[in-house]
Antibody, heavy 117, light 110 residues
C-alpha cells in the first residue's frame, strides 16, 4: 500500500528556514515523479515543485530561488528545503506521487507551515 | 503561471447532474491531455477523481466523468449524492513542465 507521511512543519519567523520531509512506503521515490502542493488557509491548491525520476526539478515562480526539492534514495524520502520564508508561504504542504504526468495519484496528510513573527 | 478558471460554486439536488468547467489556455489545458480532477472534503487531503482528461482511477464511482474541448475541461457528476458535497479542483500540465491548479469549485448538494 502506498503511504506518504509529511513532517517538519511548524511556526517560523519571516526570513527563516524550514525543511519538510515526506517519508514514502509501498513504492520507490526515485522511480517516480514527486510533487509538493500547498494550500493556504481557506484557499485553493497551489502547485509548488516537482522532481522527476531522472532528477530534473521545476518550481513555481512564487518559490523559485527560495525552495529546493530533493530526495534521499536510501531513506526513500522526499524533501522541501524552504528558505527566506514569507507570510504568504503559510499553508498546509502536501507531498504527492505522480502516478502519471501531472497526475497526483497519492497524497500525504499534509503538514502545516506558519510564517509569523 | 495563472491559475485555471473554475466557477466558485455550483449546486444541485440529489439525483441530478452537474458540470464543473475548467478553462485554461493552449499552453496548458488545450495543449495536453494531462488534465486531472481532485475532490477535497474539509480538513482532508485531495483525492484523485479523473486523470488524463477522462480516465477514472480504480475505486472512483462511474458517476464521475471528464471531458475536454479546446481550452476547457469539464467534470460531470451524475446522480448527485450527499457525499459528493466537497471542493473540486482541476489541474493541468503546462508547456514549461509546470503544473497549474484551478481556483477550486465548492459543490453544494441541496
Amino acid at each position: 500500500e502506498v503511504q506518504l507521511v509529511e513532517s517538519g512543519g511548524g511556526l517560523v519567523q519571516p526570513g527563516g528556514s524550514l525543511r519538510l520531509s515526506c517519508a514514502a512506503s509501498g513504492f520507490t521515490v526515485s522511480s517516480n515523479y514527486m510533487s509538493w502542493v500547498r494550500q493556504a488557509p481557506g484557499k485553493g491548491l497551489e502547485w509548488v515543485s516537482v522532481i522527476y525520476s531522472g532528477g530534473s526539478t521545476y518550481y513555481a515562480d512564487s518559490v523559485k530561488g527560495r525552495f529546493t526539492i530533493s530526495r534521499d534514495n536510501s531513506k526513500n524520502t522526499l524533501y522541501l528545503q524552504m528558505n527566506s520564508l514569507r507570510a504568504e508561504d503559510t499553508a498546509v504542504y502536501y507531498c504527492a506521487r505522480e502516478g502519471g504526468v501531472a497526475t497526483n495519484t497519492n497524497w500525504g496528510q499534509g503538514t502545516l507551515v506558519t510564517v509569523s513573527s | 503561471q495563472s491559475a485555471l478558471t473554475q466557477p466558485a460554486s455550483v449546486s444541485g439536488s440529489p439525483g441530478q447532474s452537474i458540470t464543473i468547467s475548467c478553462t485554461g489556455t493552449s499552453s496548458d489545458v488545450g495543449g495536453y491531455n494531462y488534465v486531472s480532477w481532485y475532490q477535497q472534503h474539509p480538513g482532508k487531503a485531495p483525492k484523485l477523481m479523473i486523470y488524463e482528461v477522462s480516465n477514472r482511477p480504480s475505486g472512483v464511482s462511474n458517476r464521475f466523468s471528464g471531458s475536454k474541448s479546446g481550452n476547457t475541461a469539464s467534470l460531470t457528476i451524475s446522480g448527485l449524492q450527499a457525499e459528493d458535497e466537497a471542493d473540486y479542483y482541476c489541474s493541468s500540465y503546462t508547456s514549461s513542465s509546470f503544473r497549474v491548479f484551478g481556483g477550486g469549485t465548492k459543490l453544494t448538494v441541496l
